[in-house]
Structure formats: C-alpha cells, structure tokens
C-alpha cells in the first residue's frame, strides 16, 4: 500500500472515541510489509488535544492528495482506495513508459470490432 504513496499524516485524539480508523489504518503503516515497500514514505502521526475529528492524509508518489474523515471511513476502505489509485498510477506510468499518450482513447468503432478467439454474439443474445 504505501509503494504508492510519498506521505501519511494521521491525526487524532487519543481521548476521542472517534479514533479506530485512524489507530487501525496506523497499525498497518506500520506493518513491516508495508514499510518495506516503500521506505521513504513519511509517516507523520499528530496527537491533537483538540476536538478535531480524526483525519488520514495521504500523499501519492505524483502529489495528489486526499484527506479522509477517520469517523466516517473505515480503514479497509481507505486502504482498498489507495490500491485501485495506486494501480491505476502503475498503468499510466506504463503507457507514458511506453511512448504513449495518457488517458488513452479508444475509438468507438474499435470498442465493437471483433476480437479475434471470441465468439462473435447470436442475434438473439443481443436483444436480450
């Protein structure tokens, strides 16, 4: 997870009750898998002593950010984010690798030709 990722910051009140998200989503940064991944993550925790809500700031590696409210997202589905966007850095990186051009854009007319090893469709599979 944080391969993808340049900086957490976590923040939370340690007296707050609000703060699972933000312990449990802080146990897996810290996690040796994880840090083994990307050792030059920054991983900033702040101890408020206010009532901010907690909150999970994370950084991609190309310096989008995003903020989560920690009361209201449970850790999994920050961490299963981070993965889709990370995948999703992995394969335009590719392509820009590659020579080509980000987003790509495919032409409608090639999205319906036939692609050879399929089976082309009955006409009455296409009403259905």
């Known amino acids: 997870m944080l391969k993808f990722l340049s900086k957490v910051k976590i923040e939370f009140n ?3 009750p609000r703060t699972a998200a933000c312990m ?10 994880a840090k083994e991944s ?9 101890r408020r002593t206010d009532d901010h809500p907690p909150q ?13 409210d ?3 997202t449970p850790a999994q589905s920050i961490r299963t984010m981070i993965l889709e966007k990370g ?4 394969t335009e990186q590719m392509f820009r ?6 987003p790509v854009i495919i032409p409608e007319e090639e999205i319906h030709q036939y692609a ?3 089976k082309p469709r009955k006409a009455e599979e296409k009403k259905q």
């Open 14 to 16: 340690a007296l707050d």
């Open 24 to 33: 449990e989503f802080l146990a897996q940064c810290n996690a040796r898998k």
């Open 38 to 46: 990307n050792p030059s993550c920054q991983l900033l925790v702040k």
């Open 56 to 68: 999970i700031t994370v950084t991609f590696v190309n310096g989008v950010e995003e903020v989560f």
């Open 70 to 72: 920690a009361t209201s």
């Open 87 to 90: 995948r999703s850095l992995e």
């Open 97 to 102: 690798d590659a020579g080509e051009k980000w």
């Open 116 to 118: 050879p090893g399929t």
